[in-house]
């Protein structure tokens, strides 16, 4: 199952709101999880099952969707945001992930 | 729980690379170990994964070169891929997934490897 993640890059000021998708190339329900990652850093679990935020997560963070298309939202980004996001379906093996998008400070 | 990937750094065409995943503060028990790679400017890329009891399940688009197995007593999951070529130049992070179909809670701050001969 490809996922295609757009924008590949995204440049924003603090406080916007922000969004991300995610479409994948057959239904794979809810089963859609999008991480952080840091340079340097492991990459970490945002959202699972599509809208369940992990407990770590500020509310800001939000995702969304089922079937094929999907989105993340923060609704005001904050100076810790500044990262790159990716989507992965685990409705299919193998397991694939988008592209990844680079939010970067305007 | 920490996972730690561990590697050679560097390795030349045609030999195999061996990574290594320490898992600390948990057990391996129960849960899903997989590899995923990123090569530069190339999108994650996931593997495979064992399951503790040694069960695995590998990317059709790796079947035949590689392998990944569990040491519980040690608590490390390794990775063999063989006849590697450039095109294996990647950052290797270890991710655990504690069903088979789910994402990953926890990852390593992953391993380089370059092929250069």
Known sequence: TQLTQSPSFLSASVGDRVSITCRASQDINIYLAWYQHKPGE????LIHSASSLESWAPSRFSGSGSGTDFTLTISSLQPEDFATYFCQQVATYPLTFGGGTKVEIK | VQLKESGPGLVRPSETVSLTCS???????ANYWSWVRQPPGERLEWIGYVF??????????????????VDASKNQVSLKLTSVTFA????????RARIAYDHFDHWGQGAMVVVSS
Request: with cysteine; charged share 10%; glycine share 14%.
């Open chain 2, 88 to 95: 294996d130049t990647a950052l290797y992070y270890c991710a």
């Open chain 1, 42 to 45: 492991a990459p970490q679990l």
């Open chain 2, 23 to 29: 898992v600390s503060g948990g057990s391996i028990g």
């Open chain 2, 52 to 69: 503790y009891t040694g069960n695995t399940k590998y990317n059709p688009s790796f079947e035949g070169r590689v392998s990944i197995s």
